[in-house]
């Protein structure tokens, strides 16, 4: 079983809805990472949280320690949000999860 | 631009080909990653390094060597290349908890 599950695999969304991705994980963490990796592939970092919440522009991040879940949310998406969202844990190293290909159309 | 430099972008080897790919960071970052990603899967740690002068084996080590020869550059050898090794590999570095990624090599292994 993957230390780190995230959902849905995929999503797909029209202009402007409120999209939520989630990630859950089985271990202790120091740390969780939001990474976006656009279709040319180029990763690049979004968030890097231990708890609480963090906001940049129409992106989103939460997470809850005890329940070993965070949420990624994004506001008023937009085509160019297209992308690929990997959550990842920081262990001794760092896993990942497998991503969720998310499309938004105009 | 800062950020983490990776060579090449693509390549393809036959199998038992041996080839070097290159990765340098101008961050000053202490820790440097080399990761592959193959379709359906998360990324994987091949090996890293956590300050200069140090290597460590990751998740999924054999068939790869890594040489950190400097506080900028981090490589990483395929002696023999194997089908089993195509895939698109990442370059990265940390510091303070936040990650930069290269732009990725797309290795084919025919």
């Known amino acids: 079983k993957n230390e780190v599950e995230q959902s849905p695999q995929n999503l797909t969304a029209q202009e402007g809805e409120f999209i939520t991705i989630n990630c859950s994980y089985s271990?202790?963490?120091?740390?969780l990472h939001w990474l976006q990796q656009h279709p040319g592939g180029g990763i690049v970092s979004l968030f890097m949280?231990?708890?609480g919440k963090k906001k940049h522009g129409r992106l989103i991040a939460t997470i809850n320690i005890q329940e070993k879940h965070s949420s990624l949310h994004i506001t008023a998406s937009h085509p160019r949000d297209s992308a690929v969202y990997i959550c990842?844990?920081?262990?001794?190293?760092?896993?990942f999860g497998a991503g969720t290909r998310l499309t938004v159309k105009p | 631009n800062a950020g983490v430099t990776q060579t090449p972008k693509f390549q393809v080897l036959k199998t038992g080909q041996s080839m070097t790919l290159q990765c340098a960071q101008d961050?000053?970052?202490?820790?440097m990653y080399w990761y592959r990603q193959d379709p359906g899967m998360g990324l994987r740690l091949i090996y890293y390094?956590?300050?200069?002068?140090?290597?460590d084996k990751g998740e999924v080590p054999n068939g790869y060597n890594v040489s950190r020869l400097n506080k900028r550059e981090f490589s990483l050898r395929l002696e023999s290349a194997a089908p089993s090794q195509t895939s698109v590999y990442f370059c990265?570095?940390?510091?303070?908890?936040?990650?930069?990624f290269g732009s990725g090599t797309r290795l084919t292994v025919v």
């Open positions: 390094s956590a300050s200069e002068g140090t290597t």
């Open positions: 271990v202790g963490i120091s740390a």
């Open positions: 961050m000053n970052h202490n820790s």
């Open positions: 990265a570095s940390m510091q303070l908890g936040g990650y930069t």
């Open positions: 949280l231990s708890s």
């Open positions: 990842a844990v920081r262990l001794d190293d760092m896993r």
